[in-house]
């Protein structure tokens, strides 16, 4: 019953001076919003990173030039990877153990066809890319042949949105046999990829590809490649095979395998990458959102202390006529835990409306996880617990004679 009187006198505290309890609580809505909203796209990045490169297969490796793969720019002209290299590993009897292997290359060019225009990245690759990466489906047409590659046709598969934006009265169908432009280069369509998920920024049903023959002679006018991509045939001997690797390419490349001039990756080790970059992107940014938190808590501090000093008589007169110094403490502590929780649930629930929005907006994924919730409803209970303890403390040890002398 005493616990329930204390809770009524608190929300009757805070209900009376509605607008200083609204401005109090405003810091922790929006550190509790900033919160729940970096968590929530930052998990959901995680785990779009993680479905992106799960997709690609477990039995692919790729090979970056550069010794501690830092970007295309960071490479210098004696690490690139040539048609020598990828030669040397499209070997069967050197290498039996990879299924299959494209060298890849990626420029960013505008297709057009006719006035109608559209930035995209021409992708170039080996005619077995869509065996390789596992999410590449052709939805009409077929993709290049080997024939392709071997004669250097002008040939491109495009993306569902070269269809949308450049053929817009035409279907996906109706586009093959028909011509687009790069480089003022004519390529005739021979396929259409299947719509892709967007992830991002990134959007690849704006891509295209062609064949690396091609593009060397015609396009990058370069027959340096941004990486290699290759299967191993059997997933239990992916380690066995990227050892066999490193050792025999650098060789070839003349270098020691601890100087080698190029970086191996498999899935796991793309997949592990990505996941800690994203882990600690998402905290740096919670770490921020909570400073938020921080000076709402010093907000309810200060305004608690306020609210003490308003009411010292009303806390004398308690003390007089039987409150003990449990009951002046319970009621401020309340009082403060009552408006953080108020302050936790408004911000939960517009922290999960701009998650979403910011998600749509972005397309970007919003994981909206039951622990990011109830996580940030504990952390605006403590914030009240440890904010509202000192003034709630100074209440309850005021001298009540003093308390109603007070003016």
Avoid: C, H, W
Avoid at 97 to 120: C, D, H, M, N, W
Avoid at 220 to 249: K, M
Avoid at 382 to 394: D, E, H, M, T
């Amino acid at each position: 019953m005493r616990a329930l009187f204390i809770i009524k006198l608190a929300l009757r505290g805070l209900i009376t001076n509605k607008v200083r309890s609204l401005l109090t609580i405003l810091g922790i809505v929006i550190g509790i919003a900033a919160v729940i909203t970096l968590l929530s796209l930052g998990e959901g990045a995680q785990s779009q990173v993680t479905s992106t490169i799960s997709s690609l297969g477990s039995n692919l490796v790729t090979i970056f030039p550069g010794k501690d793969f830092q970007g295309p720019n960071s490479v210098s002209a004696e690490s690139q990877l040539t048609n020598r290299d990828y030669n040397f590993l499209n070997n069967k009897s050197r290498f039996p153990q990879i299924a299959e292997i494209s060298p890849y290359t990626r420029r960013f060019l505008s297709v057009r066809k006719g006035s109608e225009e559209l930035s995209s990245s021409v992708q170039a690759t080996a005619s077995n890319i869509n065996v390789l990466l596992e999410n590449l489906e052709v939805a009409e047409g077929s993709f290049f042949s080997e024939s392709d590659v071997v004669s250097e046709r002008n040939v491109i598969v495009v993306g569902s949105d070269i269809v949308t934006e450049l053929f817009p009265e035409q279907t996906a169908s109706e586009v093959i046999g028909q011509s687009v432009l790069l480089k003022n280069l004519s390529f005739q369509i021979i396929g259409v990829l299947g719509t892709r998920q967007v992830s991002g920024f990134n959007n690849p049903n704006s891509e295209v590809f062609v064949p690396y023959t091609t593009a060397a002679s015609r396009l990058f006018l370069s027959a340096e490649y941004g990486s290699i991509y290759l299967t191993v045939a059997d997933t239990q001997l992916v380690d066995a095979v990227v050892v066999q690797i490193e050792d025999r390419l650098s060789t070839f490349r003349n270098t020691s395998l601890e100087d080698k001039d190029f970086t191996v990756f498999t899935s796991e080790d793309i997949l592990s990458t990505a996941s800690q970059v994203t882990a600690i992107f998402t905290t740096l940014l919670s770490s921020i959102a909570g400073i938020s938190l921080l000076v709402g808590g010093i907000g309810i501090s200060n305004i608690m202390l306020v609210s003490v000093t308003e009411r010292t008589r009303e806390i004398g007169l308690r003390k007089a006529v039987g409150a003990r110094q449990i009951d002046i403490l319970g009621q401020f502590l309340v009082e403060a835990v009552l408006l953080t929780l108020l302050g936790g649930v408004i911000g939960i629930s517009l922290g999960i409306g701009l998650a979403l929005l910011i998600g749509r907006v972005a397309n970007l994924q919003a994981t909206l996880s039951l622990s990011t919730i109830l996580l940030a409803t504990s952390v605006s209970a403590v914030v009240g617990i440890v904010f509202g303890f000192f003034p709630a403390l100074k209440a309850a040890r005021l001298d009540p004679i003093v308390a109603l002398r007070y003016e």
